[in-house]
């Protein structure tokens, strides 16, 4: 191939994108493979918010292509002032796209904005079809170098006739370039869907050839109430106690787009865009947003009544205790900043936010005050929590961590954290056992020798420098954090499910307690995102004379069972776990289908502070009465 003057500096300046591809595109793995795919897209939905393009179709083809299409105007093909079509012009010119736009021309905008060019630069082959004045007009490229010659002065090759409007564009991504070249489908049928809600006026089509799946239309007239609506019921654990809130307005050129409800979780869940680009670092429309909200709660709570004079204010976090939330703005210049860029810097949407929300939600709960008081009683809950939390934060700092023994970790062959598991395991012989039973391919097994001691206050250093629960942090692979700091990283938790198994007696209780306070201390964001569990292993295995054997799980269910069956059957009590062979604990503990498992929620972290100072405390009478109280929950060994 001849390249002529043009060509070259064509070449030239698409030259950087080949050559630090990650600087455009975030990165060469697969998640900047996906990337390809929505700088593309972005382009469609600015024609969208142009007001000219109703539907598009992204289609992941057989051959390892990509193609999206839209029907809005079609990409210009006249001839631009350098003598060429202005499609090619866009096409092979890193930051093109900004000489043509007409005033009305809004940007959704990819990671760093620079679009279609560099997607063509990154592919191997590339085919754009603009429909446009009745006519087919194709272009092609191979590494962003077009394929097509074109004299100075000459238009695009037509191909066909054409009745509506639109573009058609389809790339193979560069092999040499992307680590791999198969795009990960469920992360883009997850951002069609995203951009749905955020554009309730779009259709999006996803076809999906590789897996010959039928084709899903994502349309979603509710927008971002829909979107609030859809989040709330991925979550199988929150049930709604409000319906949901939008609250919209306009202010010198900003507008804003606020839906939120309440369910009975705890924390909050705010997912925010600015101009359709998920701003996961915040920025401040997400400040506006909290600040207003928490304003205009605190001052309905003083007017009525469940705050009085001197009352310290609710916190922010204490009047989104519950809250799923989608905020949108749009901009017409907007600023990124932060590590991913994803984190919106216009002051003037701060106050814009303020503003709007205000009015609006004194609008709202003026007519809704049972809603009003629902989020009010949480923020109460949560206030009272928060209280107990700074009280046992203060007690933490004096107890100590002490375990004896090294357990060895028995990894799992699995590598997807998603499906991962870890059981910490107390006792030696129940680790053992449970090594053997585990499903070896997503389950981990970390045994651990407890033993707690009533000592004086013990460092943070000394701490962690206890092998146990180095052991501990290293297998969970996401650091740890004193309270709130910073060196705890949950994205990157290597298992879905942390499960404490501890012998359903007083020193499983022991054990559990102790590992409780250690994650509050060191991990509590672990405890907040739902992640903490403890097995519940059965207390009983019950024959009849006839017919199968069961497990037995507390004594209520064994009362039960006593009225069906008399005294006409065989009882074995459970002393621990180690009880049991590897088949059992399997089937009991282990099984995810047929396990019982307990989520901990920060009460039971207030729970078992209680009980350490019970257990660890100088008072002797509260210790005893415990201890008595439940020595029918089998061997006691304190
Ligand atoms: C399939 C992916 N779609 C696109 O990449 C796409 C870009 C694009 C577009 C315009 C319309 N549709 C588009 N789809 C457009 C047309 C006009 C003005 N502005 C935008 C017009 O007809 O006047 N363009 C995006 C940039 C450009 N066009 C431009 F810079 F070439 F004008």
Same mark, same amino acid.
């Given at each position: 191939?001849?390249?002529?003057?043009?060509?070259?500096? !064509?070449?030239?300046?698409?030259?950087? !994108?080949?050559?630090?591809?990650?600087?455009?595109?975030?990165?060469?793995?697969?998640?900047?493979?996906?990337?390809?795919?929505?700088?593309?897209?972005?382009?469609?939905?600015?024609?969208?918010?142009?007001?000219?393009?109703?539907?598009?179709?992204?289609?992941?083809?057989?051959?390892?292509?990509?193609?999206?299409?839209?029907?809005?105007?079609?990409?210009?093909?006249?001839?631009?002032?350098? /003598?060429?079509?202005?499609?090619?012009?866009? =096409?092979?010119?890193?930051?093109?796209?900004?000489?043509?736009?007409?005033?009305?021309?809004?940007?959704?905008?990819?990671?760093?904005?620079?679009?279609?060019?560099?997607?063509?630069?990154?592919?191997?082959?590339?085919?754009?079809?603009?429909?446009?004045?009745?006519?087919?007009?194709?272009?092609?490229?191979?590494?962003?170098?077009?394929?097509?010659?074109?004299?100075?002065?000459?238009?695009?090759?037509?191909?066909?006739?054409?009745?509506?409007?639109?573009?058609?564009?389809?790339?193979?991504?560069?092999?040499?370039?992307?680590?791999?070249?198969?795009?990960?489908?469920?992360?883009?049928?997850?951002?069609?869907? &995203?951009?749905?809600?955020?554009?309730?006026?779009?259709?999006?089509?996803?076809?999906?050839?590789?897996?010959?799946?039928?084709?899903?239309?994502?349309?979603?007239?509710?927008?971002?109430?829909?979107?609030?609506?859809?989040?709330?019921?991925?979550?199988?654990?929150?049930?709604?106690?409000?319906?949901? !809130?939008?609250?919209?307005?306009?202010?010198?050129?900003?507008?804003?787009?606020?839906?939120?409800?309440?369910?009975?979780?705890?924390?909050?869940?705010?997912?925010?865009?600015?101009?359709?680009?998920?701003?996961?670092?915040?920025?401040?429309?997400?400040?506006?947003?909290?600040?207003?909200?928490?304003?205009?709660?605190?001052?309905?709570?003083?007017?009525?009544?469940?705050?009085?004079?001197?009352?310290?204010?609710?916190?922010?976090?204490?009047?989104?205790?519950? =809250?799923?939330?989608?905020?949108?703005?749009?901009?017409?210049?907007?600023?990124?900043?932060?590590?991913?860029?994803?984190? $919106?810097?216009?002051?003037?949407?701060?106050?814009?936010?303020?503003?709007?929300?205000?009015?609006?939600?004194?609008?709202?709960?003026?007519?809704?005050?049972?809603? $009003?008081?629902?989020?009010?009683?949480?923020?109460?809950?949560?206030?009272?929590?928060?209280?107990?939390?700074?009280? $046992?934060?203060?007690?933490?700092?004096?107890?100590?961590?002490?375990?004896?023994?090294?357990?060895?970790?028995?990894?799992?062959?699995?590598?997807?954290?998603?499906?991962?598991?870890?059981?910490?395991? &107390?006792?030696?012989?129940?680790?053992?056992?449970?090594?053997?039973?585990?499903?070896?391919?997503?389950?981990?097994?970390?045994?651990?020798?407890?033993?707690?001691?009533?000592?004086?206050?013990?460092?943070?250093?000394?701490?962690?420098?206890?092998?146990?629960?180095?052991?501990? !942090?290293?297998?969970? /692979?996401?650091?740890?954090?004193?309270?709130?700091?910073?060196?705890?990283?949950?994205?990157?938790?290597?298992?879905?499910?942390?499960?404490?198994?501890?012998?359903?007696?007083?020193?499983?209780?022991?054990?559990?307690?102790?590992?409780?306070?250690?994650?509050?201390?060191?991990?509590? &964001?672990?405890?907040?995102?739902?992640?903490?569990?403890?097995?519940?292993?059965?207390?009983?295995?019950?024959?009849?004379?006839? /017919?199968?054997?069961?497990?037995?799980?507390?004594?209520?269910?064994?009362?039960?069972?006593?009225?069906?069956?008399?005294?006409?059957?065989?009882?074995?009590?459970?002393?621990?776990?180690?009880? =049991?062979?590897?088949?059992?604990?399997? &089937?009991?503990? =282990?099984?995810?289908?047929?396990?019982?498992?307990?989520?901990?929620?920060?009460?039971?972290?207030?729970?078992?502070?209680?009980?350490?100072?019970?257990?660890? /405390?100088?008072?002797?009478?509260?210790?005893?009465?415990?201890?008595?109280?439940?020595?029918?929950?089998?061997?006691?060994?304190?």
């Amino acid at each position: 191939m001849s390249y002529n003057a043009s060509d070259i500096s !064509v070449l030239e300046g698409l030259d950087p !994108v080949r050559k630090r591809p990650g600087m455009y595109v975030g990165s060469t793995s697969v998640k900047g493979l996906n990337h390809l795919v929505y700088e593309i897209l972005d382009n469609s939905v600015d024609e969208h918010l142009a007001g000219y393009c109703n539907s598009i179709s992204v289609s992941l083809n057989k051959d390892g292509s990509a193609t999206v299409e839209d029907d809005g105007r079609g990409i210009p093909v006249d001839l631009h002032e350098k /003598g060429y079509p202005a499609e090619r012009i866009i =096409m092979t010119t890193l930051h093109a796209g900004g000489k043509f736009d007409n005033t009305n021309y809004k940007t959704a905008g990819g990671l760093h904005g620079v679009g279609s060019s560099v997607v063509n630069a990154l592919s191997n082959k590339m085919i754009v079809e603009v429909s446009r004045d009745g006519q087919v007009w194709r272009d092609e490229y191979a590494k962003g170098a077009p394929t097509v010659k074109l004299k100075k002065g000459e238009l695009l090759p037509v191909t066909g006739k054409a009745k509506k409007t639109g573009t058609k564009i389809t790339f193979w991504p560069d092999d040499t370039i992307f680590d791999t070249v198969k795009f990960k489908a469920e992360s883009i049928r997850e951002r069609l869907r &995203e951009t749905a809600f955020l554009n309730p006026a779009l259709t999006i089509t996803f076809v999906n050839s590789r897996d010959g799946r039928e084709p899903e239309v994502f349309n979603e007239p509710d927008g971002i109430a829909g979107f609030v609506d859809s989040l709330v019921a991925q979550d199988q654990e929150a049930k709604r106690i409000t319906e949901t !809130v939008t609250v919209k307005g306009e202010r010198d050129g900003i507008k804003i787009a606020v839906s939120f409800c309440f369910t009975q979780t705890y924390g909050d869940n705010v997912v925010s865009f600015c101009n359709n680009i998920n701003t996961m670092e915040g920025g401040t429309h997400v400040v506006g947003f909290k600040s207003g909200f928490a304003k205009v709660i605190n001052q309905y709570a003083r007017e009525l009544g469940n705050l009085k004079g001197k009352d310290a204010s609710f916190t922010g976090n204490d009047t989104r205790n519950g =809250m799923t939330a989608v905020i949108s703005v749009s901009h017409p210049s907007p600023r990124f900043e932060g590590q991913t860029k994803t984190k $919106l810097d216009n002051t003037d949407v701060q106050s814009a936010m303020m503003s709007i929300l205000n009015s609006g939600l004194q609008h709202y709960f003026d007519r809704n005050l049972d809603c $009003l008081k629902t989020i009010i009683a949480r923020a109460e809950t949560a206030a009272k929590v928060r209280k107990e939390e700074e009280k $046992l934060r203060t007690n933490l700092a004096d107890k100590k961590f002490a375990f004896e023994g090294n357990g060895k970790l028995a990894r799992q062959e699995s590598n997807d954290p998603s499906k991962c598991e870890i059981f910490i395991v &107390e006792g030696k012989s129940a680790g053992g056992t449970a090594k053997t039973g585990r499903d070896r391919k997503y389950q981990a097994i970390l045994p651990i020798r407890g033993k707690i001691l009533n000592v004086e206050k013990q460092s943070v250093d000394k701490v962690l420098a206890n092998d146990e629960i180095k052991s501990i !942090v290293n297998a969970l /692979g996401c650091g740890f954090s004193q309270g709130y700091g910073n060196d705890f990283d949950i994205s990157k938790l290597r298992y879905s499910k942390i499960i404490i198994a501890a012998d359903a007696d007083v020193d499983g209780g022991h054990i559990c307690t102790l590992l409780l306070t250690l994650f509050y201390r060191f991990m509590p &964001e672990l405890i907040y995102a739902g992640k903490l569990y403890r097995a519940m292993p059965p207390l009983y295995r019950v024959k009849p004379k006839r /017919g199968k054997p069961e497990y037995i799980y507390d004594d209520k269910a064994l009362a039960e069972y006593r009225k069906k069956h008399g005294n006409a059957f065989d009882i074995q009590r459970y002393k621990g776990l180690g009880e =049991m062979d590897s088949d059992q604990l399997w &089937e009991t503990t =282990m099984d995810p289908k047929t396990r019982k498992l307990k989520q901990i929620n920060m009460q039971d972290v207030i729970d078992a502070n209680r009980l350490t100072s019970v257990l660890m /405390g100088e008072e002797v009478a509260p210790r005893r009465e415990y201890i008595v109280s439940n020595a029918d929950k089998a061997n006691l060994d304190v």
